[in-house]
Each structure stands twice: as C-alpha cells, then as structure tokens.
C-alpha cells in the first residue's frame, strides 16, 4: 500500500463525508427545531436527483440541473409539511415514523409512474470531468474534489445562517422553546415550513450531486437515508457540528474499512476468503462505530442529555 | 369500551372461520393467507408488547423476525444434508422437529434482543428508532455477505419441518398449528398487561420518574420486555419460514420492521387485538390492490398515511371507538 | 367486521371462477411471477413485454397468461406460486428475474410437477445436483456470461486482469466463471457491498494495481453507478463484463462513459438471422423502445412455450416435457438447443458499446465461446 493510494483513500471518505453532511444536516436541523423524525428524507434526495436529469436532459445544463433540484425538493418539502408533516409535530414518533413511511411508498412508487421503471440519465459536465493531479502526484477526480467543497461550503453558509441572520436566531429559539417564540410574534408555522424546505432543499443538492457519479433511480434514497441516521446518532441528534463530525467519521469509515479490513484479513488467510470476511465485516463497521459511540455517549458525540421521556 | 370485547372476539374467530370455509370449499390458498395472516399477527403481538405496553418504538424487530426464520433454515437445511452444524467442541446435529426449531429460534431470538436491548434501551425516543432500525441492517448487511448459509439468495428447504401427531404439509393442519400459537401469545399478552410487571411497565411509559421513586428501575423493566418482544416476533420468523420453506435477507430488511409496525398500527396500538386485525387488513389490501395497478403501493401508501392522520386507534379503534385503551 | 369477513369471500370467489374456466377448456394456463414495481422493475418489464409479444403474434387464445408482481421479495414469490398453482391452476411458471427468488420458488414447484421456464435466472444448483426434468433455463445458467469474458480475455491477450463482484452467491458465481476461461494472473479480486452506489475505494485500488483489463460483474444500478465513476477518474485500463451493465435498458442512463466498452451477451440486436429482424421490427411497433437481452429472452421462452404447446397438451407431461426438450423453435439468438441439464447450448458473443444517432446500443465483435454449455452439467442426474 502506498501513500499516494491511502491520500486518495481518505480524499473519498471524506466526500462521502461531504455527501452524508447535506443529508444529515437537513434531518438534523427538523429534528432539531420541529422534533420531527422523518424516513421520508431519502425520498427528497430521490426528487432532487430526478429533477437534476430530467432538467440536464432538456437543457443540458448542469448548474441550471442543481438549481431545479434545490427548486424541486424544496417544493416537495414545502407541499409535504403543508398537507402532512404540520400533522404530526405534536404526535409522539410512532406516528411520525409510519406517516413518513407511507410517503416513502407514494413518493417512490409515484415517481416510477411519471418516470418510468429505467435508470436516468446524469452525467458530470465536461468543465468539472476528469480527474486532477494533486500535490504528492495524487490523481484524483475534480468532481469529486468539487462534492468536498460544496459540502465544506454548506456547512459554513449553514454556520453563518444560524449564527448571524434573524431567521438563524428564530431557529436557535425555536429549538429551545417553541411556544416562547411563538408569543413573541414570530409566525411559527412559516418558521417549520421554511426549515422544513430548506431541510429537503440540502437533501435534494445532495442527490443531484450523487446524480452524475451513481444512477439516478427508484429507491436510491434508502441506503443513504440510513447512513444519514446512523451519522445523526453518533453526532447527536439535533446538533450540526455533531452531523458535519460525524458525516467525515463515517465516510472514512465505511470508506477505509472496505479498503483495509480485506488487506488486513489477506495476512493470515487465503486471498479468496480474506476479501470475502473482510467485505462482509466492512459493511457493519460504520453499525459497530455506532454501538460503540452509543456505550460511550448514549446521546451522541454532540448531543444534549435527554430528560427521561 | 364495550364493544372491543365484541370486537374483537368477532375479528379473532373470522380467521379461523375463513380457513374452515377454505377447506370446506378446496380453497387452499385461502388457508395459506390465514396462516399468513395468524404468522404476521403473532409477530405483531411480539411487537405490541415493546411498542404499545413498553412505548418502545423498535425499528428493528425485523431483526427477530429474521433471526427466527435463520434458525429454522439452518437446522433444517443441516438436517436436510445430514452435517452436523458443529463439530467441536460440542455436537451439534440438525433438527426437523418444530417444537425444537421454536425453542432455539426463541432462543437465539432472546439473546440478540438482549443485546441490542441492553445497547438501544441505554437510549430512549428518536435514538431509540434509529438505534435499533441501525442493529436490523447491520444483521441484515452481515447475512447477505456472509457465504455459509445462502447469502443473498437464501436458503430453502425441500419439506416443512414436522410437529408429532401432525401433518404439517396439509395447509389447514399447519394454520391450526400457528393459529394455537397465536392464541397463546395473545393469551400472555393479556396477562402480562395486568400482572405487576405489566403494570409497572406501564408505568415506567407514562412516568418514567415516579417508578424510579418507587425503587424499580425502568431499564431493566423495559429490557425485559423488549426480549418477550423479540421472542414472540422470533418464533414468528420461525413459523413463517417454515410456511414458505424459505428464509432469506429479505426477512432481515427494515421494510420488514416497518411492515410490522404497519399491522400494529392498522389495527390499534397497545390493543391486545390490534395486531390481529392489522395484518388481517393488510394481507386484504395486499391481495386487492394489487390486481388495481402496478403502481398499488401509492395507494396503500395513501391509506397508511389516512389511517395516521384521521384514523387514529386503527381498524379496532374505527369499530370500537375511540377510546384509546392503554391510555 | 362486516369487510373483513366479506371481502376474502369475494376474493375467493373470483378465484374459484378463474380455476373453473381452467378446468371446461383444454387451454394452457402460465403463470408468470415477475418484478413489475420498484428499483429493478425494468427487467420484469422487458420480460413481461417480449413474452406477452410472443403470444400475441401466435395468435393462440387458448394461452392464458396470469402476471403478478413479485416486488422482488422471495417470500412475495413464494406466495404467487402458491396462490397460482393451487387457487389458478397454472401448468407452467415464468418470469423470475432474479436467482434467489428462483431458488426460493423452482424446487417446490417442479416437486408438484409444474414446468418451470426461466427466462432469466439460471443458479449453479439449479443446473447441477438440484436440476429437475421440469425445469427449463431458456436463458442462460449464471455462469455463462462471465465465462465467455474470461475466453475473450485471453483471446484479446490480456495477463493481469482486476476483477470485482457484489459479495453475495451470484457475484462469487461470476468471478469462478471468469477464472474458469481466464488463463492471465490477478492483479487483484474485490468483493463489494451488494446494493453498493459508491466506488471510489475500489477504483482507487484498480488505479494502484498494474492490471491490464477489468471484469466486473455489478448488475443493475451498481454497474452504472461503477462505469460513470471509473469514466470520471481517468484510469484507463479497459473494461469487459457481462451484458447486464450494459444493456439496452440502461445504456441509455450510463451514456457515453460506457463507449467502447466490451460486453459478452448470448444476444444482440443486430444479430443477423430472420427471427431475430422480425422480432426487434415488432417489439420496437409494439412498445416504441428497443428490445433489451431481457425482452429476448422473455420472447424465446415463450416460443419455446408455444413450440411446445402446439406438439402436445400440458397434461399429457411426459409428451409435454419431450417437446420442450426438443427445442424446434426459431430462436433470436439463432442456433438454440437444451443440452443433458436442459440448460442451452448456445453462442455467447462479444458485443462493443456504440452510438448510433442519439441512442447508445451494442454491435457484435466477436464470439466468445461456441455452442458452450455449463460447467454442472455433468452433476445433473435426472
């Protein structure tokens, strides 16, 4: 193993960091401000996605495809927390989990009806193609250095907004005591739909982003959606700097437990067998660093102790 | 209150009525959706006692259910080849005898709840959900790398598992057989409600910190429940692996979970029949649907979604009124 | 109460109906078990849609085929089976894409000596010690595939092949193929997660090694997910794989990363023989796409079904069986025959990724291996 192929090794847990990041953040900012679990989030990285290919496709133009999965997903969340979500921030989170089931099966089986059963069409744009050398003659693909930044780029825009805005300052109060804010005169119910949107928004970037390197198809969402869980409970739920701690955790991870657990397996067994256990152990390692994570801190790296409920 | 008795008595004998009306009419594939139906019911009713008399949300009792269905395929499929599982240091032979197929898939069942228990229950609410939602796919992504039993694909066996004094490859005598097993679960369900340790569960839902001040700690009340959970959803796999003869990683995937949450949920939470009714309608709905569209799951997911919004207390709850019964 | 009670009446009266009708005429009832909803739904089509072509052109109404959708859960498809042999009354089952649900439902079927036709799935067991004189592969046994791209590999002189699958039997199944023709040395054998979208870790290892091809064997979303990355990140060693990755229902999502790229397929769409011509000239009228491999096979095996079917009547099985084996039916892929296991002997060819106006399709190059049968065959005794 050498240096130049570990470097890159790292370079992509990190954008799987990058990627888990705009997922995780929007789950954790609902859950955060609205108490809100929602399955469904998947579900909006799909829409991003189908939006992106669907608008390259008749216009080929990639960052016009980024502007209507922004566009697209947070439509959808939007028209969801309107008709649905608003329902269920005072119900406890068994009626969440199954309300936003139900919609994982209308969204994904509704967006086969209007798009077809086949994989669409996504592809890098030729200005962000190819792969770049770097420092230490390290060749790696500038889309994926291009997700880094973008995620890296979110996270400090998602910094500033609840640091510095007014609607950052409604969301940090909204967090700590909703009926306050509510006498104060802030119109809460357009609070929720906003951060609802704006959570649907990241998770739709994030699909059309994926787009290009994956296919774009039905139930592309579940896997990363569940990634996305287990990063928001090692982070804490409802902390951001948990989510962007945990995102890069878990991409390097899952990332060089695939890569190393084989090697590490292949010292001491037949080659064959060795990547065999070793692949089957890398696909639980990031399920293990949870466990693990939880017998230290049951409520995550970042989180806040819960009252007993 | 007074019609859920009615109620339910009504739902519980239509299952068995719809099979005898089956065998009556040589309908056998009536008979095998009624087994489906009481092998789906049962693991609700394992569900039921985490989520409505614990208040444990658990999106991972797929887990059991797999864990069950595995042990069945394993001992059978040994059998079936005549290996021994294990050699050293202790013999361990394949078996085609139910009731011991049920004691080691409880068994196994108990031990993995245990685990995931004593880790998830250090957490409780939303952690809670996606903690054990996270152990089901970490079983799940493990059984389909893992090459000894069948990965992906599975593994199947050639003859159902038998039961002294029965034959289980009739389908009537087997729906008998899970319909039994249905109703003895239901039966320590309803008694565990009102035994102490229900009732203190009880409890510890609705108030955490004044069982603690009573000297019970709620984590080890919840523990508890949780691994009954998981050995009645267990035995459930079980069964249901033995009705396809076929158990697979599918059987481990968080639709699963989610699926049985839905029964518990169709039906009513935290009622003794919930369970029942709910996959009752959903094997209904399933078999209807699907001959509407190909695209049916909107629909059911539609349905699903009505049920939460509107009809809250589910199918019993829609019959019976709505007097939410653990509350 | 009242709608629960009443409601599975209802459907077991529409079902007892449907089982009579069966019993009054001499007609050939199939029952096709296929995935018609969600992530690989595209296969199920594809074969729905070339077998129901088939039936269509025979004109035959005495053929009555029941489709259900299996959601590509085999406890769902052991149901379906359940529910059409024993309530529909079917003679013949069909459609299944995918080996595990095969394996899940073709040993209980034939062991109540229904005929089983695969148009897709063809697991080693099935080929080997588990093949039954009722089951029929008109596909391909899994292996075949990968076998060829070991043939071709050698053919094109590569020594130091990089070869990866998903982690689960039909992956470990496509790597033993490929060794098994393959005569080169490793350059390096990765199993990935089965479901995996992301390959960077694996691309950057096939970077690292000095591997002169890569075979890989990732169906469905996998492959494509795989094609685009490793067209991104400029390594450039070519590619060969099995035609799943690369056929007429994805190319269209994989795009120009997958030109030039070589895949082995026992079809192709200008295969040059009359069946084949009249065949993608129908299904492109019919439908107004192009055919897919899968669509091939879902019309063969129901012109192998007809062939059958017009030589004897399903209850005389023996006549029934015999006619099957015979095989005389023109067939897309042109020569066609069952070999001892009924699985085909048939040419698998090599076929290069190619656009052709708007639309990426594949032309044949070369043929891998000929008239090749598998390698369980000799472990069948029936």
Redesign the interface.
């Known amino acids: 193993m050498t240096f130049v192929l570990f470097a890159e090794q790292v370079l992509n847990g990190l954008q799987l960091g990058a990627m888990l990041f705009l997922m995780a953040s929007g789950l954790t900012l609902v859950?955060g401000v609205m108490g809100l679990?929602n399955l469904a989030h998947g579900s909006l990285y799909m829409i991003g996605a189908f939006a992106a290919a669907a608008v390259a496709a008749a216009t080929g133009s990639f960052l016009l495809a980024l502007a209507a999965s922004l566009a697209a997903a947070a439509a959808a969340g939007a028209l969801v927390e309107v008709s649905?979500i608003r329902?269920?921030y005072d119900?406890?989170?068994?009626?969440q989990?199954?309300?936003t089931?139900?919609?994982?099966?209308?969204f994904?089986?509704?967006t086969?009806?209007v798009f077809g059963s086949f994989p669409l069409y996504l592809d890098i744009p030729s200005y962000l193609a190819g792969p770049v050398t770097l420092p230490g003659g390290i060749e790696y693909s500038l889309y994926r250095l291009t997700i880094i930044a973008i995620g890296a780029a979110v996270a400090l825009g998602l910094y500033l907004l609840i640091t510095r805005t007014r609607i950052g300052v409604q969301i940090r109060a909204g967090e700590s005591d909703r009926e306050m804010i509510a006498a104060l005169g802030v119109n809460i119910s357009k609070l929720y739909t906003i951060v609802f949107a704006m959570g649907a928004a990241l998770a739709g970037l994030a699909g059309a982003l994926i787009g290009p390197l994956q296919s774009v198809q039905i139930g592309m969402g579940e896997p990363v959606l569940?990634l996305a869980?287990?990063v928001?409970?090692i982070g804490g739920?409802g902390s951001g700097k948990g989510a962007l701690v945990a995102s890069i955790l878990v991409g390097l991870t899952d990332t060089l437990g695939r890569f190393l657990l084989p090697i590490a397996f292949g010292a001491f067994m037949d080659p064959s067998d060795a990547t065999?256990i070793g692949?089957?152990l890398a696909?639980?390692s990031i399920?293990?660093l949870?466990?693990f994570v939880?017998?230290v801190r049951?409520?995550?790296l970042y989180?806040v102790a819960?009252h007993?409920? | 209150m007074k019609r859920e008795p009615l109620?339910n008595a009504?739902?519980f004998l239509?299952l068995p009525?719809?099979a005898l009306?089956?065998v009556s009419?040589d309908?056998?594939?009536?008979i095998?959706?009624a087994t489906?139906t009481a092998i789906l019911a049962l693991a609700g009713v394992g569900l039921n006692i985490a989520?409505g008399q614990g208040g444990l949300?658990s999106?991972g009792h797929a887990a059991f259910f797999g864990l069950g269905g595995y042990a069945m395929g394993v001992l059978a499929s040994h059998a079936q080849t005549q290996t021994p599982i294990l050699e050293w240091p202790v013999l361990i032979e394949g078996a085609t005898s139910m009731p011991l197929i049920w004691l080691v898939a409880m068994a196994v069942s108990a031990l993995a709840a245990l685990g995931i228990g004593a880790?998830s229950l250090?957490?409780?609410?939303?952690?809670f959900?996606?903690?054990t939602?996270?152990?089901g796919?970490?079983l799940y992504?493990?059984a389909?790398?893992?090459?000894a039993y069948?990965?992906?694909?599975?593994l199947?066996i050639?003859l159902r598992n038998s039961f002294p004094g029965l034959n289980t490859l009739d389908p009537i005598q087997f729906f008998g057989l899970c319909f039994v097993l249905l109703c003895a679960a239901l039966l320590l369900s309803a008694r565990l409600k009102r035994s102490p340790f229900g009732l203190a569960l009880n409890a510890a839902r609705q108030n955490?910190?004044r069982v603690r001040a009573v000297g019970v700690r709620?984590f080890s009340l919840r523990l508890t429940a949780f691994v009954i959970s998981g050995v009645i959803t267990g035995l459930a796999g079980a069964l249901?692996a033995d009705l396809?003869?076929?158990v697979?990683p599918?059987?481990l995937s968080?639709h699963t979970s989610?699926e049985i949450?839905?029964f518990v949920?169709l039906g009513g939470?935290g009622r003794l029949f919930g369970p029942v009714?709910g996959a009752?309608?959903y094997i209904?709905l399933e078999?209807?649907l699907?001959g509407v569209s190909?695209?049916?799951?909107?629909f059911?997911?539609?349905?699903?979604?009505t049920?939460?919004?509107i009809a809250?207390g589910g199918l019993i709850g829609a019959?019976a009124g709505s007097e939410v019964a653990h509350d | 109460?009242r709608f629960?009670?009443i409601?599975?009446?209802l459907?077991?009266v529409a079902?007892?109906t449907a089982a009579e009708a069966a019993e009054d005429g001499n007609g050939l009832r199939v029952g096709m078990i296929t995935t018609?909803?969600g992530g690989g739904a595209g296969l199920g089509i594809d074969v729905r849609d070339g077998f129901m072509l088939a039936i269509k052109q025979s004109g035959r109404s005495d053929i009555e085929v029941i489709v259900?959708?299996d959601q590509r859960?085999?406890?769902v498809a052991?149901?379906l089976a359940?529910?059409m042999i024993?309530?529909d009354k079917v003679a013949v089952l069909t459609g299944i894409i995918w080996?595990?649900l095969a394996?899940?439902v073709v040993?209980?079927a034939t062991?109540q000596g229904k005929f089983y036709l695969s148009p897709n799935a063809g697991?080693s067991e099935l080929a080997g010690q588990g093949c039954h004189p009722n089951y029929f592969n008109v596909a391909w046994q899994n292996d075949n595939l990968h076998e060829a791209a070991g043939a071709y590999a050698n053919d094109a002189g590569f020594k130091n092949s990089f070869i990866l699958a998903p982690?689960?039997?039909?992956g470990?199944d496509a790597l033993t193929g490929y060794k098994r023709f393959y005569k080169g040395a490793l350059a390096g054998e990765l199993?990935t997660?089965?479901g995996q979208t992301d390959y960077a870790a694996e691309i950057a290892q096939i970077r690292a090694s000095d591997a002169d091809s890569v075979f890989f064997f990732l169906p469905g979303g996998m492959g494509i997910s795989f094609i685009k990355q490793y067209a991104d990140s400029g390594v450039e060693i070519p590619v060969l794989g099995p035609a799943f990755s690369f056929d007429q229902g994805i190319l269209q999502a994989v795009g120009a990363a997958a030109l030039g790229v070589k895949n082995t397929s026992q079809w192709s769409k200008d295969l040059d023989n009359p069946a084949n011509k009249n065949f993608v000239a129908a299904f492109q009228t019919e439908y107004g796409r192009l055919p897919s491999l899968y669509a091939s096979q879902g019309y063969d095996t129901a012109n192998l079904l007809l062939s059958a079917a017009s030589k004897a009547s399903v209850s005389d099985a023996d006549a029934f069986r015999a006619a099957l084996e015979a095989a005389e039916f023109d067939s897309v892929r042109g020569d066609f025959s069952f070999g001892p296991n009924h699985h085909p002997i048939q040419n698998i060819y090599v076929r290069e990724v190619i656009q052709e106006g708007d639309v990426f399709t594949n032309k044949i190059i070369a043929t891998g291996l000929t008239a090749h049968s598998d390698a369980y065959a000799a472990e069948c005794k029936m």
């Open positions: 859950f679990i649905v329902r269920l119900r406890d989170h068994l009626d989990v199954l309300a089931f139900a919609l994982i099966l209308i994904s089986e509704g086969r009806w569940i869980f287990v928001i409970v739920i065999a692949s089957a696909s639980m399920y293990v949870m466990a939880l017998v049951p409520t995550g989180g819960q007993e409920a | 109620v009504a739902l239509s009525a719809v009306w089956a009419t309908e056998p594939f009536t095998t959706l489906r989520l949300v999106l880790l250090r957490t409780s609410g939303v952690y959900i996606m903690i939602l996270a152990f796919q970490m992504y493990f389909i790398s893992w090459p069948g990965g992906e694909d599975g199947s050639h955490p910190l709620p249901f396809n003869r076929f697979s599918s059987m968080w989610g949450i839905v949920l939470v009714a009752g309608l209904l078999q209807l699907d190909d695209y049916w799951q909107v059911l997911g539609a349905l699903l979604l049920v939460v919004l809250r019959l | 109460m629960k009670s409601a599975p009446a459907v077991a079902l007892s018609l909803s259900e959708d859960k085999p406890d052991v149901q359940d529910k024993q309530s080996s595990n394996m899940a040993p209980s062991a697991p982690n689960y039997p039909a470990k199993y997660k089965l």
